[in-house]
Each structure stands twice: as C-alpha cells, then as structure tokens.
C-alpha cells in the first residue's frame, strides 16, 4: 500500500472475522464482491431469493462461499451489502427488516434510469437508495458504499487490484469504519468517509456519470480521492 | 505529464487565445482561477457587479489581469465563468443573458446548504445550478465543471500542482472539450467529460461530501478519474 493510503486508514478495526453477507449475491456486483471478500479470507455468504441459485452461485465462486436464500443469508451475516438491482430494493428490504435487525446493512444500489442518452439518476422519495433502506430498516445500522465498483472489474481473475476508493456514508461511526476496513480488505480497494447518509444521493447518482465517462473513454471508470 | 492523463486528451482543441472572463472573480474561487490561468498564459477578465472592486482585484493578481463589471466582462470574454455564490446566481443570469449570448458559459456553482452537520445539497427547481443556467441562457453554450477545485490550494502560490481532475458536464462536445482544454491549462488539472447536463446536480452535490471528506481527514480533497 502507498502512504496516502495508509494515512487515510490509521484507525479502522480489524474486521476479518465479520461474516459478509451479500444479498442478490447472484448477480454481477454481488458475486463480484464476494468473491474478492473470498479471496481475501473473509467468510462469506450469497443470498438469492431461490435457495438453489444461491447454492450454485456459491459452488462456482469456491473458496468456502455459502449460498442460501435472502433471509437465512441475512440472519447468518454480520455485515449485510444489498446488491439487488433498485426495482426490487424496497420490496426486499421490507420483507427482511427482521432477518436484517442488529445489522450493518451496506447499500450499494444505484437508482438509475437508462435511455438512448444514456444513464440518469432517478428521483428517490427518501432521498436516495441508502436513505430508504434506513427508512424500511430502523433496527439495522445502514450505511451506503461500492456504488462505483466495476463488476467487469471484480469478476475479471486477470485483475489483482481493484484500484480504486470507495466512498462510505452514513451516520454510525463505528459502521462506517467497519465498512471502509472492508473495503480495505480488497486488493487495491480503499474506503474513504464520504459524508452523512443525507448526501448519499450523489453518491449513488455519480454512477451515471460513470457510465458516460466510461462510453466516452472506453474504459471502466473508477475515483481516487485525492490528498488524502 | 503521465501516460493516463495524455490519453483523455488526445484530440482536445488549442485554447491558449480564448479570454477567459470570471463572474465573481472577486470572490476566493474566481480569483484563484483567475490566477492559475494567467499564470498559464491565458488571457484572463475578473468581474464583479461593482467595478472598482474589479479593477482591484485585476491589479492585485497582476499578470495582466483586468477587471472590470460583469456585463462587460461577459462581452469582452469568449468563455465565460460562473463563480458567484448560489444565491445570487439566477438574479446574475436573468440580468446578463444578453451580454452572454453566444459565449461559453462555464458554471461551478454548487447549490448547498450548511448546518452543524456540515454541508448539504440544496434542491433546485431546474435540476442543477448548470441546467438553470443553461435555460436563463438559451443563446449561451452552458457547461458544467470546476466544481470541486479547492479555492485555497488555487490561491496558494506554495502550490505548484493543482493535482485533481475537473469532470466537465455538457451537451454541447465542442463546448466541453474547450473547457476540458482550460483546465488542462492549469499545472496538475485534466478535464474529463463527465456526461450530459441532466447529470450536473451530482457533480455539484459531491462538493458536499468533499467537504464531509476534508473535515474527517483535515485536507483539500480533490478527485481523480481511474483508467482513463
């Protein structure tokens, strides 16, 4: 790691014991960050909503990963990352606020519209993806992160490092340093404060900018923050 | 200059003739990129609504500055930026939309709001502080960017390097590879295209979370673009 990074990382807590859940661990950001959880030693469980999906999803990323439906993977985690697709975020988190009581509820779920221009952030009643799951959550700790993250990137056995940070907001100090010690845990991966959970809209939305830089560059876009 | 910064701006247009003009060039972030672009060579107008503070200004930047009020620094300007606090940035436009006609209009104004909690984005009926622009000023090429440079680190002549990109929203290509261009003229700046106008609210919000960001890590936080 180069200085800057360990400046911005003095303090955070070990977290390598922490079981990560990763609802909609089937689909590509999901699997993608399991398996780099995975490979970093970090248990890890896959949820879907059909238990079979699940166990096969877990059979194919190796390294331990456990596969089991939405709820049960939620009861098992520490550490819960929504990574379902926004069309079926609230509904989901309704249905689990039990199954996600007393835990760190990562939302990493961009609201976005897609045209033939592109990509545009949708309109949230709560603000934003993050903030509707506090609202559906309240017995969990929610903090939002891995908005930015290439599945391309994550899914790639060529890439050694994910180069990139990743921005954590939320209001619960100790859950969103747990959440940047994660981020930490994957190789070229840094996780960086950014902000209350009221400004996790732009978080979210930046993702669309993303997409156009990475149509205009051919490339798959990640952010360092810098001086940091 | 690094490979990965050679290879975003490979066909970017000449710029060193424009005439750069700065709406609020008499406030912090206007003069200090009325600095960093005279320092560069460009040929640089501050306005302000009361030109003898324009003209102070002007002189105390000194590299050939001038300064004068802000309809003719609209005039004399061939790109035009717009650094004026949010809450006078509608009465500015309203007023000078004809002196602006056909120039380049760069907006960096970040609609925020600020409590104990820190700073928070605002709503703005238009969408953005860029898109009101861009419908006050329909004879006017509206473009958004500068948005999270640090007016102290522009305006530090121990700072050789403003190392950060500048994410420059538009739908007008000619207008943003100009602008893309002008920060390019800044030592340590690149310009990267960052998508359409109808996604400048989250460039302009994120400066909350810079803002988030250098309070927890006491620094000037800019942002790099990763890949390209």
Redesign the interface.
Known sequence: MSESVRV?APDLPDVSGLVIGVLGGTGEQGRGLAWRWARAGQQVVVGSRAPDRAVLAAAELGLGVRGMDNAACARESDVVVVAVPWTGHGALLTDLHGDLAGRIVVDCVNPLGFDK?????LDVAEGSAAEQAAALLPQSRVVGAFHHVSAVLLLDPDVERV??DV?V?GDDREATDIVQALAGRIAGMRG?????L??A???E??T??L???NR??R??????????
């Open positions: 911005a221009q592109g990509a545009f952030a180069d990139t921005l907001v960086v404060y950014g902000g209350r009221r400004n809209r732009q978080v939305a930046l669309a900018n997409i156009s830089i205009r560059y490339a798959h876009a990640g952010l360092r923050v810098t001086d940091i």
